[in-house]
């Protein structure tokens, strides 16, 4: 289970943290790197807490939808994609296919958000 959460951090913040360049989009980039270090303390604190983990992808999906309410362009498309993704991705301790997936998809986003953000 700790993997799971750990995964799920690794990945998200990777997403995030690189994302942030210096264009025009840089306070809303800025936003979604508050909600992913928000979303980074949710998950910490849920330890292995599935129902809590899972609470966590929702809220982030929720904050990332308020940022694309925000955005245009690249922007805008990347973040809706991103919220869709954190809003469908439930944990599953049975299924270790749901981290899979989850980690699969969001590779392919640090590349797009970075672009979006530059």
Known sequence: MRI???TVVAVAATTFL???G???NTALCAEATKALLDY???VTGAGTDIE???KANTDLA???NDISAKADGDLKKTLDTMAT??????IDPADPNSITE???KSANFDSELRAACS
Not at 85 to 90: A, E, F, M, Q, R
């Open 62 to 64: 929720g904050k990332l």
């Open 4 to 6: 799971v959460r750990l």
């Open 18 to 20: 690189t994302a942030c």
């Open 22 to 24: 210096l264009g025009a």
């Open 85 to 90: 993704t954190w809003g469908d991705l439930k």
């Open 52 to 54: 809590a983990i899972n």
């Open 40 to 42: 980074t303390s949710q």
């Open 102 to 104: 989850f980690t699969t």
